[in-house]
């Protein structure tokens, strides 16, 4: 379970990206964090895992208080996060496989990853990971050699090999094709079904939250304007987390898709 | 896409290697042996012997330590002339340089220059290029004479070689919608030059030219060594009489110079783009 | 440029400018300052100089020339171990400035040094090495190890060290700080960052500034012979000294071949790493 409470975070610049933000997240839960850009969706995800230093509130995921880690404490506990991100954040010029195995990192110790020897068990494992996401025959292209689709699904791996409790994912869909976007959102709801993950799934695009996640967190100004399920969002609660719009007919397609699902 | 009970029951390898950086074995092995081949022969030839070396430590060992303090006292009129006429000399043969470099730099760039021309160009950078400013400052002194006019005039000659080739290239580069559509204004050659790739390139060429001072005040220290002039005669009488004390001064002085021309090269930059 | 456009209406007539005027009177005060300094300076050279050498400086390049042709072939053959010697300085040199140079740039760098005070330490190194010619560098080795091949390679390592640091720094600061980030949320450790993240980035540039340098080396160290370490300028002084012309133009054109082929290398060498 992870819990944040009374999380804060105030650039150096002054801005206020996170005010007193407290959420809990029970085991297996998939949460779609909505939101105008700015309002601290990428702030909140990164200071969960400290990418981004908090300043003050907390964070706990399974009765571990992680804004209290010391730095080898931290990566302890980062390698039960995977961390899925917005342009992919794949290393470019290194292999398909490289790029999976990096997930086992923190497992292995540095002359091990630097001579790319890792364990047979996560070499297996990638391999299954791969093919599980349809990229077995890619393993050894380089990675900017993939289409955005296929880097997602890389970047996917990455994150599964870490085997982890949380995953953490930044606008999966942002720089992909409506198919390609539907595609890699189903396919993370899968694994973490699969897996009985917990994800923190952050998305621009309100349909696909309603689509594939259990529960929604509107955030506006670095606070949380709204907590409930999909079929909550109404055209008041959506103007009240982007503002004033017609939003009818960004609802009525929703009720549409369902019914063709 | 198949489910998590199939994946379990297929066979994935457990070893994995990085795919070699060059495929063929029998060349990457080739490379691989050629290159050891070579390091042994070449550092065979450096007659490293170790016993000399052995020795050569006290003696590095005092040599460094008659740098400290640097003095900066003695000798402090001959320093400071040293470095002036290093300056002005860097200066005016950068000045100069750019002058002769922008016609051919010009005639270098392809797309503005006939063949012949082009070809000629062309020649005169690869020659300045491929010849160190010490080269053609020791052709300079046998020429005019022991002085900065020689060192002034080797100088300038690097310069074309570094500024023309650069000046070429950016021209070649520049976008060609922009000089089409001076050109089709009815503008004629000098016009053209003006307002479609002067424009264009002039920001790029401004920092070069305070790179090139800075280039060309670094060199200015080595050519005095062949008889050119400016701080680096001064450099070179310090050494030959042991006056390493002075000689370490000398050398702070142009560090610190050149410090301060890249500082001033940075702003220049930031300040035209 | 900054150019403002302005438009001044005077009356009826509506002028067009460039520039306000205060601007413009700026700019010719800025030509002013800049073409007096350039005179003052060919005032002070022009001092120095005895004109009767520069007036005769065409009769003599004229008698030189002539006295260069032909070069002297059968010379060459003396030439082979210089310009092995010469390759070598250039080739070793770069290695022992590249091996040096990364860790350098690595603490030069904005966003991979340990402490800012480490930072310092590798900015002075890098602007001191630059700042020192290599032949420079080569007098003073010549004293400590006295002449040869070894001092020359030295002194070629250390006038590249900050060359290779300068542009490698740079570019380690341009990095796609993403790309580490994520590295980083795996729970990797600050020196796997750095070889999964940071180094996969640099490679490249890390190999085309090793070929760019060992190009440039090339022809730095033709004329380290000058003070004695080593290398074809070594018979390059020896035949202007002894006003053997028909050598010297044999030097020359052997060096005109050697960085021309060098040239071709680095080009092949660094199209096939890209």
Known sequence: MLKLSALTKRYDTGDLALNQVDLEIPDAQVLALIGPSGAGKSTLIRCVNRLVEPTSGSATLNDINLTKLSSRGLRKSRRKMGMIFQEYALVERLTVMENVLSGRLGYVGFWRSYFRKFPKDDIKEAFRLLDRVGLLEMADKRADELSGGQRQRVGICRALIQNPDLLLVDEPTASLDPKTSRQIMRLINELCSERGLTAIINIHDVLLAQMFAQRIVGLANGEVVYDGKPEGLTPEVLTQIYGEEDWTATIEKVDEEDEEE | MSSLSDNRERHYPTVWDKPPFISNSLLRWGIILGAIIYLVAAIASMEINPQRLMEGIPRGQRFIASFFPPNFADNRGVVWDGILESIWMAIISTVAGIALSVPIGLGAARNLAPFWVYITCRSIIAGSRTFPEIILAIFAVKLFGFGPFAGFIALSLGTIGFFAKLLAEDIENSSESQAEAVKATGANWFQWINYAIQPQVMPRMIGLSVYRLDINFRESAVVGIVGGGGIGATLNTAFSRYEFDTAAAILLIIILIVMVLEYASSYLRKWVQ | ?274
């Open chain 3, 1 to 274: 440029m900054g150019a403002v456009m302005v438009v001044i209406n005077s009356g009826n007539d509506i002028e067009w400018r460039r520039r306000t005027t205060k601007k413009q009177i700026g700019i010719w005060l800025g030509w002013l300052v800049g073409i007096s300094i350039v005179l003052f300076a060919w005032s002070v050279i022009s001092e120095k100089t005895v004109w009767f050498f520069v007036q005769d400086a065409p009769r003599q390049a004229a008698d030189i020339g002539s006295r260069m042709i032909p070069p002297k072939w059968s010379y060459i053959t003396e030439l082979l171990v210089p310009v092995w010697d010469t390759i070598n300085i250039a080739t070793l040199g770069t290695i022992i400035a590249m091996t040096i140079a990364v860790p350098v740039a690595f603490c030069a760098a904005r966003n991979t040094t340990p402490h800012n005070s480490v930072r310092a330490i590798a900015l002075f190194i890098i602007v001191s090495s630059r700042s020192v010619n290599s032949l420079i560098w080569a007098l003073m080795l010549v004293f400590i190890l006295g002449p040869g091949v070894l001092a020359g390679t030295i002194a070629i390592g250390l006038r590249s060290i900050g060359f290779c640091a300068k542009l490698l720094y740079e570019s380690i600061e341009e990095i796609d700080e993403s790309q580490v980030e994520a590295v980083k949320a795996t729970g990797a450790s600050n020196i796997q960052q750095m070889t999964y993240g940071i180094l996969p980035q640099v490679l490249p540039t890390i190999a085309g500034v090793g070929i760019y340098r060992w190009d440039i080396n090339i022809r730095e160290s033709t004329i380290l012979g000058l003070v004695g370490a080593g290398g074809i300028g070594l018979q390059l002084n020896g035949s202007i000294n002894t006003l053997a012309w028909t050598q010297v133009s044999t030097i020359l054109l052997v060096i005109l071949v050697t960085v021309f082929i060098s040239e071709w290398v680095s080009a092949k060498v660094r199209g096939a790493i890209i």
